[in-house]
């Protein structure tokens, strides 16, 4: 017998083995163990842009297919090429953009994946959280932890539409994913527009008064506040070579990131900005809220460069080196998994090509 037959042999009694045990519900893990463990992330979602200028019409034409109280949610999801089928935009975050028209309501319900949204144009919508209204304007930032009940509604007259990110693949592996409806269309009102933010938005906070959550007490981060921020400091300080000027969402009252799955980020790049080659274990979601450039995502002889401008949303997944060069003075928000790779030790980053 020569040792190619002897192979095929050997095989053959293997493949009958495997075929035993799987009757079983077992498999051999040597037949796995490479592509289990690899040297470094290998992740099936890809790099992605998509343009807000091709998309847009089509999103607004929407608002023809379905109302927002039939719908629900009236929202495209921006699932991943990588992972079509997934209501994912990476490995564990999800991302979607939501529409809402004049006169509108989505209807109060609350779930347990916790939700940030992203203004990306028009006003005169806005989001109750527990009761409590915020107006929301382009740029701004707005959270809805887990199992709070929330409802949608527009008081303006023009279309408003925001990116959502939710933890859902995440909180789906784990299995704990709960939903309920509330009884009527909308929560009652609770306390006025802007409460939160002017009891817990200017370094102070009531007397006695102890967080009760793992999420920041202020849901809204106004744009005019976080960009007048980022224009102060960049006069003042020295520019990150990976990030440029690059802040993060805080939780007041922890100084921990504003909510407990979800990291976020608002980033000014100067005209002209080109940031070193970077790449860490979170995979990325960005919307640049203004300015213009590019972003080039992969390692060696596989790049793919996009040009991106306002109201774009993009993905850098895993370990994926990439770095930006603007056209433009930028500014762009971007929200990912860091905050669980952290408190569970597993993020990493690396900087430069080293
Ligand atoms: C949801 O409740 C909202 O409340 C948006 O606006 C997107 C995606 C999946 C599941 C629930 C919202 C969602 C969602």
């Avoid at 592509?35 to 992330?41: D, K, N, R, V």
């Avoid at 089928?85 to 809402?100: D, K, R």
């Avoid at 990110?165 to 909308?186: A, C, K």
């Amino acid at each position: 017998m020569d040792s190619n037959t002897e192979g095929n042999q050997l095989s053959a009694e293997r493949s009958e083995y495997y075929s035993q045990i799987q009757k079983h519900s077992m498999a051999p893990l040597w037949e796995n163990l490479n592509h289990l463990l690899t040297p470094e992330p290998e992740v099936k979602s890809v790099p992605h842009l998509w343009d807000y200028s091709e998309l847009r019409s089509l999103l607004l034409e929407s608002a023809d297919v379905i109302s927002a109280a039939e719908a629900e949610r009236r929202v495209l999801m921006l699932e991943n090429p990588g992972l079509p089928g997934n209501c994912s935009i990476t490995e564990s975050l999800y991302g979607g953009l939501q529409l809402i028209m004049p006169g509108e309501i989505a209807p109060a319900h609350r779930h347990s994946p916790a939700a940030l949204r992203f203004i990306i144009e028009g006003s005169g919508a806005y989001t109750s959280v527990n009761g409590e209204k915020t107006f929301m304007e382009p740029g701004d930032f707005v959270i809805t932890p887990s199992w709070t009940w929330h409802d949608h509604g527009h008081e303006g007259t023009e279309p408003v539409v925001w990116l959502d990110g939710l933890d859902i693949p995440l909180v789906r592996v784990i299995g704990s994913i709960f939903v309920e409806h509330y009884h009527e269309e909308q929560f009652p009102e609770g306390p006025p527009p802007g409460d939160s933010l002017s009891r817990f938005g200017n370094n102070m906070r009531p007397v006695g008064v102890m967080p009760e959550s793992l999420n920041s007490p202020i849901f809204s981060y106004p744009y005019n506040r976080s960009r007048e921020t980022l224009d102060k400091l960049s006069r003042t300080t020295e520019l990150d070579p990976y990030h440029g000027l690059k802040l993060e969402y805080i939780d007041p009252t922890s100084g921990g990131p504003a909510m407990p799955t979800i990291s976020t980020f608002l980033q000014l790049l100067p005209k002209g900005f080109k940031s070193e080659s970077y790449q860490s274990t979170e995979s990325l979601i960005y919307t640049p809220v203004e300015g213009a450039g590019t972003v080039t995502i992969g390692d060696r002889g596989k790049t793919k460069t996009f040009d991106w401008t306002g109201q774009d949303v993009f993905v850098v997944p895993c370990w994926y080196p990439h770095h930006f060069q603007t056209t433009e003075e930028s500014v762009v928000f971007c929200f990912s998994d860091k905050v669980v790779q952290e408190k569970l030790g597993l993020w990493r980053e690396r900087r430069g090509n080293a």
